[in-house]
């Protein structure tokens, strides 16, 4: 399964829906993509491989049914090979995992193919503290590599600009169709940077629903997309 956005090679900005409004979510994250931001960033946390708790199946499944296009789903959480096949089923067309989940940390080969196997593309995450290297044994079996530019678990946290090192060590042993995202701390002051060191997709939550004019901070982030070169 290879879907197109793989094979779009322009920068996206995906609107990260722990900072959306849970009470209106779909409506929301409608009004994130009006002001000209891409498909959902969808954060799925445990309480135990990260500090804190945010949404299942049931509100992916129910999101699924308002809303059309991609789902990225990058799931914080112990045991995403025992989790993936419910979380497709409720429409993730991506399922991002962390090289330091319990359950796959072993096999991550092994937790790539799997997911795969369920019709879905697979992305492979690291916290900060995790060195890169941790996921070049996977590289040739994910669809996309998620750097987290914050400790994963909330939103609204300060950039963490030596993340970008990282970024700039696997872009270049990623081919054209796998995707480099970025997650934490995103947001007009920050995306230039990014982007200058090979970011393609930037998840961005607090900057985009937190702020006063959405479609002026979009604005702003094009503009920094843009300053990088394009
Ligand atoms: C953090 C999440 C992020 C978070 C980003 O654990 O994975 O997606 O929502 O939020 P901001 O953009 O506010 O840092
Ligand atoms: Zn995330």
């Not at 995992?97 to 697979?122: M, Q, S, T, Y």
């Not at 696997?170 to 995202?181: A, F, G, Y």
């Amino acid at each position: 399964m290879q879907n197109s956005i793989f094979s779009d090679q322009s920068p996206k900005i995906l609107p990260s829906i722990l900072s959306a409004d849970f009470a209106r979510l779909a409506a929301d994250l409608a009004d994130a993509q009006a002001a000209g931001a891409d498909f959902p960033h969808i954060d799925v946390m445990d309480g135990h491989l990260v500090p804190n708790l945010s949404l299942g199946v049931p509100i992916v499944d129910k999101l699924r049914k308002a809303t059309a296009g991609f789902f990225d789903v990058h799931l914080m959480i112990d045991a995403p090979v025992t989790y993936a096949p419910s979380f497709r089923k409720a429409g993730a067309d991506n399922i991002t995992f962390h090289v330091e989940a319990p359950e796959v940390k072993n096999d991550l080969v092994g937790a790539a193919k799997e997911i795969r196997k369920l019709g879905c593309h697979v992305g492979i995450t690291l916290k900060p503290k995790t060195p890169i290297d941790t996921v070049f044994p996977v590289l040739d079996y994910v669809d996309l590599v998620l750097i987290m530019s914050v400790e994963p678990g909330f939103g609204g946290q300060k950039f963490m600009a030596d993340m970008l090192e990282k970024a700039r060590i696997v872009k270049p042993m990623l081919k054209s169709h796998q995707k480099l995202e970025i997650d934490g701390g995103i947001g007009p002051a920050t995306i230039r940077q990014a982007r200058e060191a090979g970011i393609d997709w930037f998840v961005v939550g607090s900057a985009l629903f937190d702020a006063k004019d959405r479609k002026s901070a979009m604005a702003s982030m094009h503009a920094g997309i843009a300053a990088a070169g394009g």
